[in-house]
């Protein structure tokens, strides 16, 4: 999982929609590009085009205003055209028509966003799931340490299945990473991957 890109398509209204389903997932160490339709002119958009043909997943979030949104019709339009895979996320059956009405997708339910956030993870890491058994872990997280005067590097090995990582949820047990340095401990919620809480080792 080095290098691969997802590029999410969206209208301007959704943008906050946008921002807190994939919060978590900017996270992994592959880039996402959220269409931030400020792209009015000739250049910005040349741009946006160049970062959608070279993604590997096309995330298309639609709604009832992404249903009439020109752009986001466009880019599914071309990545359908130029093979690359589309990820469906729907708010109601109705917006998911044309070209991508046969795609499995994730139906986004905005009472509950944790449960999103686990099913668009679960899609992209079907979608981006590295090949060969050398590949392990199959996620991983890397950060900088916080506790003050460490900033060692700790890193988050994502190696189960979702449907372990749900089970996990579902007996509020936490994913956890050590910083090998000062021993903190860090904690993780399965389902979304989203920081819960640290314990640092007091000092002597």
């Known amino acids: 999982m080095t290098g691969e890109q997802v590029y999410v398509s969206h209208a301007p209204p959704d943008l906050g929609l946008v921002e807190e389903l994939f919060s978590t997932v900017k996270n992994f160490p592959f880039g996402v590009h959220v269409a931030l339709e400020e792209a009015d002119s000739g250049s910005a958009r040349k741009r946006l085009k160049g970062r959608l043909a070279n993604s590997d997943v096309v995330v298309a979030v639609l709604t009832e205003t992404a249903a009439t949104d020109e752009w986001v019709n466009q880019e599914i339009g ?11 996320l729907y708010e109601d059956d109705r917006y998911v028509g044309g070209f991508i009405d046969d795609l499995e997708g994730v139906r986004i339910d905005r009472e509950r966003p944790s449960v999103t956030i686990f099913y668009i993870l679960s899609a992209l890491r079907d979608e981006l799931a590295p090949l060969g058994s050398l590949s392990v872990p199959d996620w991983y997280i890397r950060f900088p340490c916080t506790v003050p005067n460490c900033a060692h590097p700790v890193t988050l090995e994502i190696e189960r299945g979702q449907s372990k990582l749900r089970k996990l949820k579902e007996h509020g047990k936490p994913l956890t990473a050590s910083c090998d340095t000062c021993m903190s401990r860090y904690y993780f919620d399965p389902a979304t991957i989203g920081f819960v809480r640290r314990e640092s080792i007091p000092e002597q």
């Open 78 to 88: 071309y990545a359908v055209a130029k093979g690359i895979p589309v990820l469906p």
